[in-house]
């Protein structure tokens, strides 16, 4: 049996690379997982707005919404565009 002799930078170069992949995988992931409708919950996180606020912006139509049920939806997409709109206002 023929016995290998590891040393620091091999270890170092091994860990190296496996963090490497590991992010190039988290990333992909993040991407192919990303939502393409948010909850109401979702949005006031995303927005640090109050359930009051968010219902007043759906009631004037500054954020639409689709509800399906109980549960009201709202897209990302529209969501981002508004949050681009109100940052090129300024």
């Given at each position: 049996m023929a016995v290998e002799i590891i040393t620091r930078e091999d270890l170092m170069s091994f860990k190296h690379e496996l963090l490497n992949d590991l992010r190039d995988l988290l990333s992909a992931t993040k991407v192919s997982q990303q939502k393409k409708w948010?909850?109401?919950r979702e949005v006031i996180k995303m927005l640090q707005i109050s359930p009051g606020t968010l219902q007043n912006?759906?009631?004037n139509g500054t954020i639409r919404y689709t509800k399906f049920g109980n549960t009201i939806y709202y897209s990302l997409q529209e969501i981002e565009q508004l949050l681009e709109q109100g940052r090129n206002s300024q």
């Open positions: 948010l909850k109401t912006y759906r009631v």
